[in-house]
Structure formats: C-alpha cells, structure tokens
C-alpha cells in the first residue's frame, strides 16, 4: 500500500511508498561494503476529487482504500468546523499533521485527535474567529455586526458567515417544522441577501449563479452529513 498524505490545501494528495536501495560504502579503513537504505519514492500528487488509479504504480484496491481514506479526512474537517460553530467560532484552518512535533503542540487544542499519522487531519482548527467578542457599550448592532463582517473579509472566510444560521434554523426546523408564513418570511430574507448581490452590486445573476452553486449544494450537503455524525456520536 502507498503511502498518503493530505496537503495544506485539503485540494490535493500525495501518494509515495518506501523502497530499499542497495548503495556502497566506502569505510574509513579504505575497504568497501553495501547496505539497504530505506527512501521514500515521490508517486504523485493529485487532486482529491481526481482518479487515484491514474498513478499507475497504485492498484485498483490501492485506489479505492485511498479515495475512501480522503473522504473519511475531508468528513473529519468538516465536522470539527460544525463543532466550531457550535461552541461560536467560524473560519479558520485545518491542522494537517506535518511530523510528530505537531502532537506536541496541538495536543491542548479543542478537538485533537491523538494518534493521527503524517498527512492526516489532527482534528484541530486554528485561527478561527470569534462569533461573540466584547464590545463597547457605545457601538450599536449594526456597527457591530459591521465589524464582524470586516473580520470575516480579512480572514477570507466571508462565504462561512452565514452558516451558524443556517445550522440553527436546521435544528430548530427538525424540532418544530416552519409553517408556510414562516417559510415565506426565510425566502424572503434570502432573496433581501439576493438583490443586494445583484441589483445592489450591479451583477449579473448568471454569473453569481454559475460561480456559487456547486459550492452552495456542496456546503449543504456537507452540513446533513456533519448533522447527521453529530446524532449518530450522541446517541452512541
């Protein structure tokens, strides 16, 4: 089996495997003698959602155990982020361990998952943002909710702003279905967010609309399923 590690980027993955090389020595006594040494080979890097069978020194059990072990690191991300958002934070950067020096200084860390080998997700996020932060008594709501946009636009995370909302109206939907009126008002506040993308932005909606929405049914998607961990995890 090849050796696999994630990338910082959670977009990629490298595949490498260990072999040994015979190699000669030459002894400071002059006289000569051979040994192995174990060096790991570089195979590929590809992207997660590529075939892995394209790498033809992997076998077609290599690819299918590979796809299902990226699958597996990318639920793990995507659950610690809901974890996050349920105790407040949004944002930030999955930690994907480098070397053994990364347990050490993770270890404390909300979330850190003890025994995560080189190139799997640890279970750590850092540089998360604070939903909640203390603030003068002096500034209104809107100013604050302002400064928090501008902290979500620094971070580069401004597509995570509205996703601890839209968990809770999804738990709170599952308790006590919306009515129709209730369902009329949500549509109409997301068609509010709508017309300030295009009418007040001045852009097409064909373009919005091309850009955003695989990543839209993606993100959804991965907010059932991370629901759906999170039940399954209590009810254990």
């Known amino acids: 089996m090849a050796n696999m590690r994630l990338n910082a980027n959670l977009r990629t993955v490298s595949f490498s495997k260990t072999v040994s090389v015979l190699e000669e020595l030459e002894l400071s006594s002059g006289k000569c003698v051979r040994r192995y040494r174990a060096v790991n080979v ?5 992207d997660v959602d590529s075939d892995f069978s394209l790498i033809k020194e992997l076998t077609e059990a290599d690819a299918k155990n590979a796809k299902l072990w990226v699958q597996e690191q990318q639920r793990l991300v995507q659950y610690a ?11 930030g950067s999955p930690v994907i361990k480098r070397s053994k020096g ?3 200084q993770y270890s404390d860390c909300y979330g850190f998952i003890p025994g995560r080998k ?30 928090k946009v501008e902290r979500f636009r620094k971070k580069g995370c401004l597509s995570e702003i509205l996703d601890l909302l839209l968990y809770a109206l999804k738990r709170s939907n599952e308790k006590v279905p919306f009515s129709e ?7 109409c506040a997301e068609r509010v967010l709508f017309y300030f993308c295009t009418e007040g932005m ?8 091309k850009a955003s929405r695989d990543k839209a049914k993606g993100k959804y998607k991965n907010l059932l399923r ?6 399954l995890i209590h009810s254990g």
């Open 42 to 46: 570089h195979l590929g890097t590809v």
């Open 226 to 231: 991370v629901n759906a961990d999170r039940k």
């Open 102 to 104: 990364d347990d050490e």
């Open 118 to 147: 080189v190139g799997e997700f640890i279970g750590v996020i850092i540089d998360a943002i604070p939903m909640v932060e203390e603030c003068s008594v002096e500034k209104d709501e809107y100013e604050i909710e302002y400064e």
């Open 81 to 91: 982020y809901m974890e996050n958002m349920r105790r407040g934070f949004l944002g």
């Open 181 to 187: 009126k209730e369902k009329c008002d949500l549509y």
């Open 202 to 209: 001045n852009v097409k909606q064909s373009k919005l609309e």
